[in-house]
């Protein structure tokens, strides 16, 4: 392509800035991203007080994706005097962590990795999109201009060639770069292959004094009970429950069902299904039982990716992407996920 080739991105959340910002790096010059809010995008997965980091995933290729993020905590750990990977029984855990006072029922084994953290998420992702602001790429947030109600595709060769937002406007472009996550499917019919899950998360308020005893808990991720983070400086505790939930529609227009983001900036007075909160208060209660009885306040591994996902995707649009990783992201025809119905939790 050649740099001042006009690129549109539908979607500005993790993928979308990280692929802008990568192609304004190279060089590119007429780069336009459409959100419906300012960034960070409150819709935005990505879009976070906190996230966690780390690069020990099951898959080879998505464990070396996420080494640049965690670039020298290796380095840095050692010079600090951390231990390596050690694996904890939950006598183990309270004795290192007093403030642990819970029996852990079903931690039974778990592994410390000290080179993993959090990072600020939301925040990461705003110095993102200022980052490739100042590099020439324009970002359309305004909700009724930002906000894509249909794809254009060229009736020829079925490539993306702009979009129109919910203000009418006709956003035409020589590519057009689907990056909606969660509302891809109510862009684009994906023959079954995608389907939006989510996350419950919830907060609990600390006192001052309860934020200075609490900041020495360590991040705790159970991939079947779900996951604890320190507090922030202003006291905010988070966990979250690990099992997904679906909110699976019917599109009247084209009768495809899919599943549909349902958030709190759309129903702001919704919160979590009664069984996942109950859940998530018996977790809670295994960990951190003097908490489990807080007032709750509402609001998954694509952000530990920012710095560096843009890179492959730009490598992909120039042509030059190793063929073993384009393998991971191309289209599955006749590949489908299982449909499940809105609020039943998924049982890996």
Request: glycine share 8%; aromatic share 10%; with cysteine.
């Amino acid at each position: 392509m050649d740099k001042d080739t006009r690129i549109i991105f539908i979607g500005g959340g993790c993928f979308g800035i990280s692929t802008a910002y990568h192609l304004a790096q190279r060089g590119y010059t007429s780069i336009r991203v459409l959100d419906r809010y300012p960034p960070p995008s409150c819709e935005a997965t990505s879009t976070d007080i906190s996230k966690i980091i780390r690069s020990d995933y099951n898959e080879p290729f998505a464990a070396n994706l996420s080494k640049p993020f965690v670039g020298g905590s290796i380095e840095t750990c050692k010079k600090l005097g951390v231990r390596g990977i050690e694996r904890l029984t939950p006598e183990m855990i309270r004795s290192r962590f007093p403030v642990v006072t819970g029996n852990l029922e079903g931690w039974n084994s778990s592994v410390w990795n000290p080179t993993a953290g959090w990072a600020a998420a939301g925040q990461a992702l705003e110095r993102m999109a200022n980052a490739a602001m100042e590099k020439g790429v324009q970002y359309i947030s305004v909700e009724t201009k930002g906000h894509v109600r249909q794809i254009i595709f060229d009736e020829s060769t079925g490539q993306c060639k702009g979009a129109f937002t919910a203000d009418g406007t006709k956003h035409e472009a020589y590519l057009g770069i689907l990056a909606a996550g969660a509302w891809t499917p109510s862009l684009l019919d994906m023959h079954g292959q995608l389907t939006a899950k989510g996350h419950a998360v919830a907060y609990i308020q600390l006192t001052p004094a309860e934020t200075k005893y609490y900041s020495s808990f360590p991040i705790k991720d159970n991939l079947e009970l779900g996951y604890f983070f320190p507090p922030q400086e202003d006291g905010i505790f988070k966990m979250a429950h690990s099992q997904f939930i679906t909110n699976m529609q019917t599109n009247k227009n084209s009768n495809i069902t899919t599943s549909i983001p349902h958030t709190f900036v759309q129903a702001p007075n919704d919160g979590l299904p009664l069984e996942i909160e109950a859940q998530m208060r018996r977790n809670l209660r295994r960990v951190l039982p003097e908490l489990a009885d807080r007032p709750f306040c509402y609001t998954p591994h694509g952000f530990t990716f920012l710095p560096v996902i843009g890179k492959y995707v730009a490598a992909l649009l120039e042509g030059t992407l190793a063929p073993h990783i384009f393998s991971k992201w191309q289209w599955r025809a006749g590949q489908k996920v299982e449909v499940k119905n809105l609020a039943h939790m998924d049982p890996e």
